[in-house]
């Protein structure tokens, strides 16, 4: 039977600055630097011990465009290991890491294949199978049109694979480069698609298999879950995918409800609960609480009790480090009364959420030469949560 089995993964952004943390313990912010490494290490590991013919890696294998020396000698070392076991590497460079960069040039193995700016197709045969294999790397950041297009199935080949880093149209949440719709996709007639760019791993389609296996490792509060790849096997009769998680530390956002909550005490005891009840998965943790109907919020403030579980002893090994606690109250009451009551109120909450505003106020930053780099454009449901949380400590300050 002609069979042939690959990991498919993307998104590794190798070396990239985590952001959105505080006062995190120095060990905690050793643990997340390594983070991406670490994952990317277990997914080669995975490879060999699944004995794949090959890996595919769908794009932004580096952050940014720079490529830091640091991160293509560690990336090389993961590709010596897939050569010492006769495991081949198929990848495309996306927005993050194109290829008009400017960085230090250092050789992969010669198991290793980068597609070029050009869509092309690339031959990988074992005995009696044959693969096609189609991408290409961004020339460039902004990569705006039609790459689908491009696209042209091989007559010959047993099985066809369509590697593409790009935005799938009428989603939100990304840039919208190389953008194809679903109907594109099919009617390439290709095996799988292996797409990269979208965080969240996803499977669109199932017949042909259209797949993001999302990012590798969560860096931020966006990135929450578990983060890995996929291990698919090509057959004559069916296909078969199996996602693994590889990501050393997990963002977890948790939610919950503490009705009857009256004192200090039995909220401490409600939050520690919520938060033992993940050591059991014996992992190392991110969390972002997010408390609702908590009716002593005037006595008990969000930092303060952030202050007092961040004091707390953390383990190293399988850490648990609580980054944020957040009240969600029912303010809209509060609101609307305000606004009856004057035209003032109107226009001071008319104008938080104005979204061009917010753009507003963050163009210095965005403008900066130094922090611009770690920054990531906002989407419109980020500005509008950034919106609510103005217009929340606006009712704060009022009430």
Not at 336 to 349: A, G, I, P, T
Request: charged share 25%; glycine share 6%; aromatic share 10%.
């Amino acid at each position: 039977m002609k069979k042939v089995s690959f990991i498919h993964c993307a998104d590794l952004h190798l070396d990239s600055p985590i952001t959105g943390l505080r006062n995190v313990p120095n060990f905690i912010v050793k643990r997340l630097q390594e983070s991406t490494f670490s994952s990317f290490s277990a997914i080669i590991d995975k490879a060999i011990a699944y004995k794949v013919d090959f890996i595919i890696i769908a794009g932004d294998i580096f952050d940014g465009e720079d490529r830091s020396i640091k991160a293509q000698i560690r990336f090389r070392k993961e590709m010596e290991r897939l050569h010492a076991h006769h495991i081949a590497a198929y990848i495309i460079h996306g927005n993050h890491d194109h290829l008009k960069g400017s960085w230090t040039k250092i050789v992969f193995p010669d198991n290793v294949y980068v597609f070029p700016v050009e869509v092309t197709a690339k031959t990988y045969k074992k005995e009696n199978t044959t693969v096609e294999l189609y991408g290409f790397s961004y020339e460039a950041r902004h990569i705006m049109e039609r790459k689908i297009a491009d696209y042209k199935r091989k007559e010959t080949g047993d099985y066809h694979i369509g590697i593409l880093h790009g935005n799938l149209e009428g989603s939100s949440g990304h840039s919208p480069y190389a953008p194809f719709s679903m109907q594109e996709l099919t009617a390439k007639q290709m095996d799988y698609w292996a797409l990269g760019h979208i965080h969240k791993r996803a499977i669109l389609a199932d017949e042909p298999l259209i797949v993001y296996p999302g990012n590798i490792q969560g860096r931020h509060k966006k990135e929450t879950g578990e983060k890995g790849g996929y291990f698919v096997q090509l057959n004559e009769i069916d296909t078969k995918i199996e996602f693994f998680s590889t990501a050393t530390i997990v963002w977890k956002n948790i939610i919950f409800d503490a009705t009857g909550i009256q004192t200090l005490d039995e909220l401490m005891l409600l939050v520690n609960q919520k938060v033992e009840g993940e050591r059991k998965a014996g992992r190392s943790f991110i969390l972002f609480l997010e408390i609702h109907q908590l009716m002593i919020t005037d006595s008990i403030d969000e930092m303060e009790l952030l202050e007092i579980l961040q004091q707390e002893p953390v383990e190293e090994e399988e850490f648990i480090w609580v980054a944020s606690i957040k009240y969600k109250e029912n303010k809209r009451w509060i609101k609307d009364h305000l606004v009856n009551e004057s035209e003032f109120y109107k226009e001071l909450f008319a104008a938080a959420n104005n979204l061009q505003n917010v753009e507003k106020a963050l163009d210095p930053l965005y403008g900066h030469p130094a922090a611009h780099r770690y920054l990531s454009e906002l989407t419109d449901e980020e500005k509008k949560e950034l919106a609510v949380e103005a217009e929340n400590i606006l009712i704060k300050l009022l009430n």
